[in-house]
Nanobody, 126 residues
């Protein structure tokens, strides 16, 4: 599956952004999806994940309560609503997909996903 992120940009601390990830193909609903991020000089880290049905979601402790992951299987799109943004949320955000029919855990570590998007920059100013 091919993934294309959009929606990044520059926002002030306390603001919100909504990232989108559009997936190619006709079997999007078979994939668990995740969001990761990588700040300058740091390793890529898990942010959020959602099961193929949308019925299960996981979050990193650093974003729980501020970020919401969702998906629209009819539109082959996964979203990341980011609220109460902090300067430490500044990073390149990547969308990732599991292999078909894998469980959500497959997109909760950087070694798990089978596909990655090209990334979208999010910058939060203080």
């Amino acid at each position: 599956v091919q993934l294309v992120e959009s929606g990044g940009g520059l926002v002030q601390a306390g603001g919100s952004l909504r990232l989108s990830c559009a997936a190619s193909g006709r079997t999007f609903s078979r994939y668990a999806m995740g969001w990761f991020r990588q700040a300058p000089g740091k390793e890529r880290e898990f942010v959020a994940a959602i099961s193929w049905s949308g019925g299960s979601t996981w979050y990193a402790d650093s974003v729980r309560g501020r970020f919401i992951i969702s998906r629209d299987n009819a539109e082959n799109t996964v979203f990341l609503q980011m609220n109460s943004l902090k300067p430490e949320d500044t990073a390149v955000y990547y969308c990732a997909a599991s292999r078909p029919d894998e469980a959500i855990v497959a997109v909760t570590t950087t070694g798990g996903p089978a596909s990655w998007g090209q990334g979208t920059q999010v910058t939060v100013s203080s």
